[in-house]
C-alpha cells in the first residue's frame, strides 16, 4: 500500500460511528469550555500516542501488526497475547456500534428498529455482520480499495456540516452553551472533561491503522507519515463538529437529540433533508469504518498465530490471502455482543465506552515500551539522533493513557476483565500445541488479578451494582 492508502486506512478507521454522535456525547458532559479543554487533552495525548507509532515504526520495523508486537517485544508473551485480544476484542465490540448506529438511524424511518437495540435490528444486523464477512474473505487488498473509495465519500458530508454551521452559527446560543451545567467552578470543569475522555478515546480508535498494516506499506517510512497526517486531519474534523453544534441549539436540545445527534443538528438548521443528507453519510462512513476495523481485527489475530502467540488455527488463509479463520472469530464475537444488546439500557453508549476501555490496555503498553526504549537507550546506538525528545513523547503517551484508565471508572475495567478471563483459554491453547508449561508465576499472577476483576465484575452485574 502507498501512503495515500495507508492515510485512508487511519481515516477510514476513525472516522465512522463516533464523530456522527459527538454532538449529544458532548452536550451531556459538559458546554464549550469543557469541550475545548478536552479536545486540547485529547489532542495532545493522541498526538503523542501517534507520535509514539511513528517513532516505533521507524527504530522496530521488522515489528508488524504494532500494537500486540510491540507489547509483546516490550513486557512478554502474556502481556503481549492481552495487548492483541484486548485490541481484537475491543475492535469487535466497536463494530457492533457500527450497526447499532444504522439501525437506529433507519428506525427514524422503520421504527421496528427502534434504536437499534431491538430484536428486528439485532437480527438484520447480525445479516449484515455475515455479508461483511463473506465479502472480506474474498480478499485483503480489494477490501482496502474499497476503504479508500469510501473514506472519500464519507467525509463530505461531514465537511459540509462543518461548512453550514460555521456560517449558521448563532453566537447568543454558542455564549449561553459556555458552561456545563450550573456549578461554575474548577472542580465541576474537570468532572465534566473527565466524562467526555471515553468518548474522545473512542472516535480517535484507529489511530494505529498504518501500524497495523505496516508488513503491506509500499515503504516503511509512509507508516508513520499515514499515522499523523491522519490523526491531524481527523482531529481538526472532530472538534469541528463538536464546538460548531454548540451555536446551533441549546445543550439542553443537543442532550435529548436521537443518535445520530449530527443529523439532528443539521435538521435544526436547514430542514429535514438535513436529517436525510446525514443519515446517508453516516450509513457510508459506517459501513466502511466496519470494512477497515473487521479487517484490522482479523490482520491482529493472524499475525499473533504467525509469531505463535496464538493457536494455529488461526494462521489459515484463503487463496485470496484471507486470514479465514480469524474473521470468523471476529464476526463469532460482534454477533455474540449484538445479542447482548439486546439486555442494554443504552446499547449505544455501552458498547462505545466498552471498547474504548478495551483499548486502553495496548495503548497503554504500546506506550511503555516506546518509553522503555527511551530510558534504556535501545536502537539509539544505531540511531542517537532524538533520544530526549522520543523519550519525553512516550512519557506524555504513558501519563495521558494511565489518565484515561482512571477516567473510564472502575465498571468498565471489570467489564473488560470479563472479556479478558475467557479468551485467556487461547493462550492456554497456544503453550499446549508448543509443549511448554502453561502458565509461569509472573503469568499466574497476571491470570489471577484478571480473574479476580472478572469474578467481580460477574457479581457487580448480577447484584445490579453493576449494568450495561
Known amino acids: 500500500m502507498p501512503l495515500p492508502t495507508l492515510t485512508a486506512m487511519v481515516v477510514g478507521s476513525m472516522v465512522g460511528a463516533g464523530v456522527f454522535s459527538l454532538p449529544r456525547n458532548f452536550a451531556q458532559a459538559t458546554g464549550v469550555f469543557g469541550a475545548v479543554i478536552a479536545w486540547v487533552i485529547a489532542g495532545v495525548g493522541m498526538l503523542m500516542l501517534a507520535f509514539v507509532f511513528q517513532l516505533l515504526a521507524v527504530r522496530k520495523p521488522r515489528l508488524d501488526a504494532g500494537v500486540y508486537a510491540y507489547a509483546k517485544a516490550g513486557f512478554g508473551e502474556f502481556p503481549g497475547f492481552y495487548s492483541a485480544f484486548g485490541y481484537w476484542a475491543s475492535a469487535c465490540v466497536g463494530n457492533v456500534t457500527y450497526w447499532v448506529l444504522i439501525k437506529s438511524t433507519l428506525g427514524q424511518v422503520f421504527p421496528a428498529f427502534g434504536e437499534g437495540d431491538t430484536a428486528v435490528a439485532v437480527i438484520v444486523s447480525i445479516v449484515g455482520v455475515w455479508a461483511f464477512h463473506f465479502m472480506i474473505v474474498r480478499g485483503v487488498r480489494e477490501a482496502a480499495n474499497i476503504n479508500k473509495i469510501v473514506t472519500i465519500a464519507k467525509v463530505v458530508p461531514i465537511l459540509l456540516f462543518v461548512v453550514i454551521l460555521a456560517f449558521t452559527l448563532k453566537a447568543d446560543v454558542f455564549a449561553d452553551n459556555l458552561w456545563g451545567g450550573t456549578e461554575r467552578s474548577a472542580g465541576a470543569l474537570f468532572e465534566q472533561v473527565r466524562s467526555t475522555m471515553l468518548a474522545t478515546v473512542f472516535v480517535f480508535l484507529g489511530i494505529e491503522g498504518a501500524s497495523v498494516y505496516s508488513r503491506y506499506a509500499r515503504k516503511r517510512s509512509d507508516v508513520g507519515r499515514a499515522t499523523v497526517l491522519g490523526f491531524l486531519s481527523v482531529l481538526a474534523l472532530f472538534a469541528s463538529v ?5 451555536g446551533a441549539l441549546p445543550r439542553a436540545d443537543l442532550e435529548e437529540l436521537r443518535q445520530p445527534s449530527m443529523a439532528g443538528v443539521l435538521e435544526s438548521v436547514v430542514g429535514a433533508w438535513g436529517t436525510k443528507f446525514i443519515s446517508v453519510g453516516l450509513i457510508i462512513s459506517v459501513l466502511g469504518a466496519y470494512l477497515a476495523w473487521t479487517l484490522m481485527a482479523a490482520e491482529v489475530l493472524y499475525v499473533a498465530a504467525q509469531d505463535k502467540d496464538m493457536p494455529a488455527f488461526l494462521r489459515r488463509r484463503n487463496v485470496q490471502g484471507a486470514p479465514t479463520a480469524a474473521l470468523v472469530m471476529t464476526s463469532v464475537l460482534v454477533t455474540a455482543v449484538l445479542v447482548v444488546t439486546l439486555f442494554s439500557d443504552d446499547a449505544f453508549t455501552f458498547t462505545l465506552k466498552l471498547s474504548s476501555s478495551l483499548s486502553l490496555i495496548p495503548y497503554l503498553l504500546a506506550a511503555g515500551y516506546a518509553l522503555k526504549l527511551g530510558i534504556r537507550g535501545e536502537t ?89
Open 380 to 468: 539509539y546506538a544505531e540511531r542517537p539522533d532524538g533520544r530526549r525528545k522520543e523519550t519525553v513523547i512516550a512519557s506524555v503517551a504513558v501519563l495521558y493513557t494511565g489518565f484515561l484508565l482512571v477516567a473510564a471508572g472502575p465498571e468498565f475495567l471489570l467489564l473488560s476483565c470479563i472479556i479478558y478471563a475467557p479468551g485467556t483459554v487461547l493462550f492456554a491453547m497456544t503453550r499446549k500445541e508448543q509443549g511448554r508449561t502453561m502458565f509461569s508465576r509472573p503469568e499466574l499472577l497476571l491470570l489471577a488479578v484478571t480473574i479476580a476483576g472478572a469474578i467481580a465484575g460477574v457479581i457487580s452485574l448480577a447484584t445490579g451494582a453493576l449494568t450495561i
Open 242 to 246: 463538536t464546538l460548531l453544534s454548540y
